[in-house]
């Protein structure tokens, strides 16, 4: 983590600190030489979104682990109960970092950036979401020691999150489910793939990342409205996207890699083994909390109903298409804390 003391990131006046003796002059050069802003290139990448906010500073910081191979990113920060955040695509650790704030006053949070995604290196065996979940299984239970993880998993990450409750439940004390059909018994591959068009193109063999190529923040710029609130995937006109440009740059950044971009294709190319995977998984009665898209809470609770036989609470979030964090942070965030407190 990198940290900094310059008078645009800290709440207090920092002439208070000098002696009032000094020559104006010298305080100025002083000031120049010890507070000015180090340039983007200077900054490890991972610290890029995170270098200049205070609230970042104050409560998280960026790790990395080697887990079977792969190195791992993860911020954490906090204290209390522990609480795994998994993200989906196209997103990062940092699609949760509006919410984790208010997490952390309460628990110990841990994002993870999925393995071969983010700032996470090299490649897992396999990205289908029952290996993605052995990956954070043996990084937060067996090297960070934690055994009793609130589990929480958006879009693919969703899926992620249930293999980790289906592992290992007994490391699991709740899970939290969001917006995500799941593979399964409900919805076959094929069926699966002809949902959107996005899943299905990115399904394919090398096609996404020829026809992605270097547009990659074009791309990404022009899919998250879609899938957002009364976007076209909704059946809506809106191009509104629920991400500021910021955002959008720290995705671009990651995906921009190009085995990052193909990473996250794998996900969708996953499909079939991730179908096999929940038919052959055992019903899990973690207590579960699901969330979805405003309109969108039956037909992804039938499809996940079969697989998880404890879900305490069901509910759509108002106004909010597939980004619940970004389009309902309030909303979102006193679910979670509700869920997590009982």
Not at 62 to 68: C, L, M, Q, T, W
Not at 107 to 124: E, F, Q, R
Not at 298 to 321: F, H, K, M, S
Request: a negative charge.
């Amino acid at each position: 983590m990198i940290t900094e003391s310059c008078p645009s990131t800290r709440r207090f006046d920092r002439s208070t600190r000098m002696a009032a003796t000094l020559p104006l002059a010298v305080l100025l050069t002083f000031g120049a030489a010890a507070c000015a802003t180090p340039a983007v290139e200077d900054i490890a990448p991972h610290a890029v979104a995170t270098h200049d906010d205070p609230a970042f500073d104050h409560t998280f910081r960026h790790e990395f682990a080697d887990v079977d191979g792969v190195r791992m990113h993860y911020v954490t920060g906090g204290s209390g109960s522990p609480v795994v955040l998994i993200h989906g695509w196209p997103q990062t650790w940092y699609g949760w970092w509006s919410i984790m704030p208010q997490l952390a006053e309460h628990h110990t949070v841990y994002a993870i950036d999925l393995p071969g995604l983010g700032d996470s290196t090299g490649s897992p065996t396999g990205y289908d979401k029952a290996t993605l979940a052995r990956y954070v299984h043996t990084l937060i239970a067996n090297q960070l020691g934690v055994d009793d993880a609130r589990v929480v998993g958006h879009d693919l990450g969703a899926a992620v999150a249930f293999q980790y409750a289906a592992q290992f439940p007994g490391d699991t004390v709740a899970l939290g489910y969001l917006d995500l059909p799941l593979p399964g018994p409900a919805i076959d591959a094929a069926t699966y793939r002809s949902m959107s068009w996005h899943i299905a193109f990115h399904s394919q063999e090398r096609v996404p990342e020829t026809v992605v190529g270097d547009d990659v923040r074009e791309y990404l710029e022009l899919f998250y409205p879609q899938v957002a609130y009364e976007g076209s995937s909704f059946g809506g006109t809106s191009d509104r996207s629920p991400f500021t440009q910021a955002e959008i740059d720290e995705y671009a950044r990651t995906y921009g890699r190009p085995e990052v971009l193909a990473g996250g294709f794998e996900l969708y190319r996953a499909l079939d083994q991730d179908v096999s995977d929940t038919m052959e998984a055992v019903p899990t009665d973690v207590p579960t909390l699901l969330m979805t898209a405003e309109g969108q809470l039956e037909p992804v609770q039938a499809t996940v109903a079969p697989r998880l036989t404890n879900i305490v609470r069901a509910v759509d979030v108002p106004n909010a298409g597939h980004w619940l964090v970004e389009e309902n942070p309030e909303f979102v965030t006193d679910e979670l804390l509700d869920f997590l407190a009982n």
